[in-house]
């Protein structure tokens, strides 16, 4: 026996001592995804009650959102592991480019690759050490499993009854109970361990002791790049694709050796991407519907029966199909009636835009990259700190539909990222969803159109080769703007999309506004969170001011949800008169209204984030800016006139002083600081 394998008497004993496990690929994903019911945890998407799972959510660049993409799989991999209908089928994600599909079928394929490198989980497969005077093979003496099968499927086939087979697994020390939860996962030898494990028998006359001692049990490699345990198909143009990428094809160099011309072992598998994956592996076929038809064909035997077969041979593969495609390529299907069976045997998952800007933010930051980036003259790139959440906010905008006089962008953003949007309740976020949900256009359901990741990427690329950008040393966050326009004039075809893109565009710019706002009143009071303490400092006082204990001096004692420490409080209602007087409210029933919310969500959120600080509010957080500056200098306008007219002394120190605090604090450089302040000075803002 060979230094590098093990005996199938010792394999057999680690088995049942449980240092092995003997599973299909649904049985061991399913392992892999339950395992631990704590990286299971209960969310709300979009008002409805789901699950993450955790597992998709570690390592440095790891999938965000995609809620539903994951459950559905997770649902599809737990029933396939019952041995329901899904067993017999392949999980499609369908979608528009840069949604994240891709992406999603790699990182699951490094999960998996990392869960069968861990020692109880690796994966065995056998391999034959013929007689050198074994007739019909030349001078090919060692034989591997092409399908990578298991051990144990050689065990279940080693004698010609099952009767023997079960037996001879009583004698090494498996129970009744424990052969039948073998026996579910039985399946024949490939075609050529069959033919091969004959020719042993008849060699060795039926001697099985002599018969196990010419057979080798070793790992199966785990290698991305050799395409086994995971391996990728990517669909190729009608005249290089070919079903021997698949399957394999009969090899010349074996037909050299092999005498026997009914011997099948004169196919090579392992030149076609299925046979590699065959023992309990992941195949993902890219774009499977990019195909033509006599691969779909293939992959229609392969997914119903999970056998590859050449020329009438067969050979049985343990494999979950994972494949992508885009809406055009599917609709396009079923419009033939003659691809209908390929179509039946698909679970598919239609694969939306994320449409959480928080989320957003941080695939923005995927899209940025990571290290430093340089000009072209190799000097170092600063990246203006509104630039993430203003593309966030963007790109987001775009993949929201319009809800006629139900929400408005900016209230449908808030809320599918579980932001509170003034008196409009999450509920009808859910209930325009599952309205769409019932399109059978799919590309009108929600978050199903609207400008991708690759967009993103493009905007940023395009940024990055302006001029002012290169001159400046930084990305500028209002030149984003420029390149967004740019991307959608060259690469959105459709005029009403293109239309709707450029109406979100000043929905974003008038929220970038509304952050500068905030931004200059933290420069001005020269502290990064300045706006964020008195926003807390109003809705303390509101909640003050419903105390039934509140005396005379409007002094209260109230505990800090951060600190947990008691902190006194005077209320002043001129301040939080005059805030709501900037949310334009006018009489005194329009303002105990608005307390009464205020109170409310604040009750409610403190419930499960004790760090709540109502900065989602972004009218609140403007009327309280507009407020301060009202009163800290006269007038929002006289702190644009102070810095836009830098002619007196006085003027010029708050010019250079906010400039200071805005690079030492806030994460600014010299360029963005002054184009920032220049933007908070001009009309344009003004308006």
């Not at 957003?360 to 000097?379: I, P, R, S």
Request: proline share 2%; charged share 30%.
């Amino acid at each position: 026996m060979n230094n590098n394998g093990k005996s199938i008497d010792s394999y057999l004993k680690e088995l049942k001592e449980g240092q092995h496990h003997f599973e299909n690929i649904f049985e061991s994903l399913a392992r892999m995804l339950f395992n631990d019911s704590s990286f299971i945890k209960p969310v709300i998407v979009n008002g409805k009650n789901t699950y993450d799972f955790l597992q998709f959510r570690m390592g440095k660049k790891h999938i965000i959102g995609l809620f539903d993409v994951i459950n559905k799989f997770v649902a599809f991999i737990k029933d396939a592991a019952e041995n329901g209908e899904s067993k017999e089928m392949a999980f499609v994600l369908v979608g528009e480019p840069g949604n994240g599909k891709t992406f999603f079928v790699d990182y699951l394929s490094v999960m998996y690759r990392k869960f069968i490198s861990i020692p109880e989980n690796n994966k065995y497969t056998f391999r034959f050490n013929l007689p050198d005077d074994l007739d019909g093979y030349g001078k090919i003496r060692v034989i591997e499993s092409q399908t990578y099968e298991d051990p144990m499927i050689l065990m279940m086939n080693l004698f010609n009854k099952k009767e023997e087979n079960q037996e001879y697994l009583i004698l090494n020390g498996f129970t009744d109970y424990e052969i039948d939860d073998l026996y579910r996962n039985y399946r024949s030898l490939g075609a050529d361990t069959e033919f091969i494990l004959n020719d042993l028998k008849a060699y060795y006359d039926g001697d099985v002791e002599k018969i196990k001692e010419a057979i080798d049990i070793v790992k199966v490699p785990i290698s991305e790049t050799l395409g086994t345990i995971t391996g990728k198909y990517p669909a190729k143009d009608k005249l290089t694709s070919s079903g021997v990428d698949l399957v394999g094809e009969e090899s010349i160099q074996r037909l050299l050796h092999i005498t026997n011309s009914n011997n099948p072992y004169r196919f090579d598998l392992r030149r076609g991407a299925l046979a590699r994956v065959g023992g309990g592996g992941i195949h993902f076929a890219d774009e499977i519907f990019k195909n033509k038809t006599d691969l779909l064909k293939i992959y229609l035997g392969v997914v119903q029966n999970r056998v590859i077969e050449i020329d009438a041979f067969k050979w049985p593969i343990d494999t979950l199909i994972i494949a992508t495609s885009n809406n055009a390529d599917v609709q396009n299907y079923r419009a033939n009636d003659e691809e209908k069976p390929i179509l039946d045997r698909c679970k598919f998952c239609y694969v939306a835009h994320n449409t959480n800007y928080k989320l957003q933010e941080d695939l923005t930051k995927y899209a940025l990259g990571e290290g430093d980036k340089t000009t072209f003259m190799g000097e170092k790139l600063h990246i203006d700190p509104n630039l993430t959440y203003t593309l966030s906010v963007i790109v987001t905008l775009t993949r929201l539909p319009r809800s006629d006089d139900k929400l408005t962008p900016i209230e449908m953003m808030k809320l599918a990222a579980g932001e509170v949007a003034g008196e409009k309740s999450v509920k009808t976020l859910a209930e325009i969803v599952d309205q769409l949900e019932h399109e059978s256009d799919t590309t009108k359901r929600f978050g199903q159109k609207g400008l991708g990741q690759r967009d993103l990427a493009r905007m940023i690329n395009t940024q990055r080769g302006y001029s002012e950008t290169n001159e400046g040393k930084c990305m500028f966050t209002l030149n984003i703007f420029k390149a967004a326009e740019e991307v959608i004039l060259d690469y959105v075809q459709d005029n009403n999309e293109r239309a709707k893109y450029f109406e979100d565009l000043k929905i974003a710019k008038d929220l970038y506004r509304k952050r500068i706002r905030t931004e200059m009143f933290n420069a001005f009071m020269d502290e990064p969170e300045a706006i964020k303490k008195d926003v807390m400092m109003y809705v303390n006082m509101i909640v003050g001011m419903g105390r039934s204990d509140l005396g005379p001096d409007k002094i209260i004692t109230y505990r800090d949800p951060q600190t947990k420490k008691m902190q006194p409080i005077k209320i002043d209602e001129r301040f939080v008169s005059a805030v709501e007087n900037e949310l334009e409210m006018k009489t005194q029933e329009q303002k105990e209204s608005f307390r009464g919310q205020i109170r409310k969500i604040y009750a409610q959120r403190l419930q499960t984030d004790k760090n709540y600080d109502f900065m989602d509010n972004v009218d609140l957080v403007k009327a309280v800016t507009d407020t301060r500056l009202n009163s800290d200098i006269a007038s929002a306008g006289g702190l644009v006139g102070a810095l836009a007219n830098r002619t007196n002394e006085d003027n010029e120190k708050l010019y250079n002083r906010i400039v200071s605090t805005m690079k030492n604090k806030l994460g600014y450089c010299t360029t963005c600081a002054q184009k920032t302040i220049e933007f908070f000075c001009t009309q344009d803002h003004q308006s």
